[in-house]
């Protein structure tokens, strides 16, 4: 179940590497590396993602702001549909994930907006899951609670390393365990896929107004 929600919910400033008690790794492949570690009064453990990439800020942060292809690349993602665009680094959208029977499919609303220090680059790209915009829907769980942040930082010309924190409560009665068990693969699934989608026509040679490359 939270290898749905760790490749998708990006969230509030508050890194989850200050709420949480060290790291471990659990999964590494393709340069990708995914980490776990236990949150203070949380029964469900956080996700650290680390990896870098062949690509440009603008490339990446375009493909992370293009709401309707996530499904492409997000595992098990079934929805992601724009609610409302405040301004180009800005947005709130509605996602629903595919969760094995017999458990209940999530949802979410989500702010999304994007950062970037003018004088070192790093990008932050921070979306906290927020009530209203859609109604909870009948046989769908609802995410209210989700903490977590991707920060960007340019390392050379076309690479950018990525590091992505989350920590969430997935709601419902689905056991600790089984969501603990998860943690590492569906992250790793989606970042692999997010290289794929990386190198599609659509995302080359893009230069966004808003990022300094």
């Known amino acids: ?22 790291w471990k790794l659990k999964n590494e492949k393709d340069g990708i590396k995914v980490y776990v570690g236990a949150v203070p009064d949380s029964k469900f453990k956080a996700i650290r993602v680390d990896c870098e990439l062949n690509t440009t800020l603008s490339q990446l942060v375009k493909v992370l702001l ?3 292809t996530c499904p492409e690349w997000v595992d ?9 665009q405040v301004s180009p680094s800005e947005l709130y959208y509605y996602s629903e994930i595919n ?13 999304l907006t994007v950062r970037q220090n ?32 991707w920060i960007l ?27 603990n068990l998860l943690a590492a693969s569906g992250p790793m699934k989606s970042f692999q896929a997010l290289k794929l989608q990386l190198k599609k026509p659509a995302y080359q040679h893009v230069q966004l107004d808003f990022i300094k490359d």
């Open 99 to 111: 969760i094995p029977w017999p458990a209940q499919n999530r949802d979410f609303v989500a702010h």
């Open 153 to 179: 930082t340019p390392v050379r010309k076309d690479v950018v390393r990525v590091v992505y924190t989350l920590q969430t409560d997935p709601g419902g009665d689905i056991p600790a365990w089984l969501v």
């Open 66 to 68: 293009d709401i309707k």
């Open 118 to 149: 003018p004088n070192t680059k790093v990008v932050t790209m921070d979306g906290p899951a927020v009530d209203g915009f859609v109604p909870e829907k009948e046989g769908i769980v609802r995410v209210h609670s989700s903490k977590g942040l």
């Open 1 to 22: 179940m939270l290898k749905v929600l760790a490749a998708l919910f990006i969230t509030a400033q508050t890194t989850v590497a200050s709420a949480q008690t060290g």
């Open 76 to 84: 098990h993602t079934k929805s992601c549909t724009l609610l409302k």
